[in-house]
């Protein structure tokens, strides 16, 4: 399991490299589709333990994790902001679970866990590391853009300066 903060940094970074936006609307969508598949474990794990569903399907990394929730969520985060972020956020956080330990991808069609086991630790760590340096670079390299620089602004006129 990849820790909910490193998909929210993953998202983030992705934007930051595909997106290269200025507004915050993708960075904020990337952040919330990010961490929207990880809500099964604080919605289904209740509703499971008391008994009021049960099976697969109400697992983590089913029916949160899987495509068909990928249109959910890309459609309720459009609302908010652009629609790219939101697949971004989604598909990072999907594509790093289907290499952490594998995903219902298919859900609820198929119950099959589609992916890999890397060293969760391992893939926390190094998707953390190259999330931070490609926010940090983002930042920097906006932040030395010549175009992103604001003319100072100065007052045409005394009683302008004076308000
Ligand atoms: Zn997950």
Same mark, same amino acid.
């Given at each position: ?5 490193? /998909?929210v ?10 997106g290269?936006?200025?507004r ?6 990337a952040?919330?589709?990010a961490a ?14 008391f008994? /009021?569903v ?5 697992s ?7 495509l068909?929730?990928g249109i ?7 609302a ?10 989604f598909?990072? /956080? ?17 119950t ?35 175009r ?6 100065t ?9």
């Amino acid at each position: 399991m990849v820790a909910t903060g490193v /998909h929210v940094l993953l998202g983030m970074a992705l934007v930051t490299v595909i997106g290269r936006s200025r507004r915050a609307e993708p960075y904020l969508v990337a952040a919330l589709a990010a961490a929207l598949p990880d809500i099964d474990t604080f919605v289904f794990r209740p509703l499971v333990e008391f008994g /009021h569903v049960g099976g697969v399907l109400w697992s983590h990394r089913a029916l949160t994790h899987s495509l068909l929730a990928g249109i959910l969520v890309i459609a309720l985060c459009s609302a908010v902001g652009p629609w790219w972020a939101a697949a971004i956020g989604f598909g990072s /956080h999907v594509a790093t679970d289907l290499l952490s330990g594998g995903v219902r991808l298919l859900a609820p069609v198929d119950t099959t866990v589609y992916g890999l086991s890397i060293d969760w630790l391992l893939l926390n760590a190094l998707t953390s590391i190259l999330a931070v340096t490609v926010i940090l670079g983002g930042l920097i390299g906006m932040k030395s853009d010549p175009r992103s620089r604001v003319a100072p602004h100065t007052p045409d006129s005394v009683v302008e300066w004076l308000r």
